[in-house]
């Protein structure tokens, strides 16, 4: 079975939440005119959102995790599961940012929407500023070099 061609996620945006919880996705981030994505809890406090296809890549993966611990695969499963949500873009652009999800990321009113190659990730935006400061700068520094980039 082909797969097709799954989209490339690049690059920093900044944009307000709206009072009915709804956030403008760059349309670099947007593919064609149905398109769904899910949105998900990620790490470091952030959400990560991904285009259906590589949703289902993501699913491949959780059926065939090999986790000696069955008590733990199971509890991440259901956690990471249950929290994730399809998302599409409205003819304006915005997504619709489930609630629980809003306060697992605390995003209040600005956000940080972040390409990171196979997804997209949705910060609060003083949130993104902080960990970039103090962590993800000196991480791309560190490797950069290592990888003479």
């Known amino acids: 079975m082909k797969r097709a061609a799954l989209s490339i ?31 998900a809890q990620g790490l470091e406090g952030c959400l990560y959102v991904y285009a259906r296809g590589y949703w289902q890549r993501v699913l491949e993966k959780l059926e065939n995790l090999s986790v000696a611990d069955k008590v733990e695969e199971r509890a991440f499963k259901r956690a990471f599961l249950s929290g994730a949500f399809e998302v599409s873009p409205d003819i304006q652009g915005r997504l619709l940012i489930p609630q629980h999800l809003r306060e697992y990321a605390k995003i209040k009113s600005e956000a940080a929407i972040i390409g990171v190659g196979n997804r997209i990730e949705v910060w609060d935006r003083k949130i993104w500023e902080a960990y970039y400061k103090d962590q993800a700068d000196f991480s791309f520094k560190n490797m950069a070099s290592k990888m003479e980039l």
Do not use: T
């Open 9 to 39: 996620y690049i690059g920093k945006y900044f944009h307000s939440i709206d009072g009915k919880s709804r956030l403008f996705l760059p349309a670099s981030f947007r593919g064609g005119k149905n398109e769904v994505f899910v949105c």
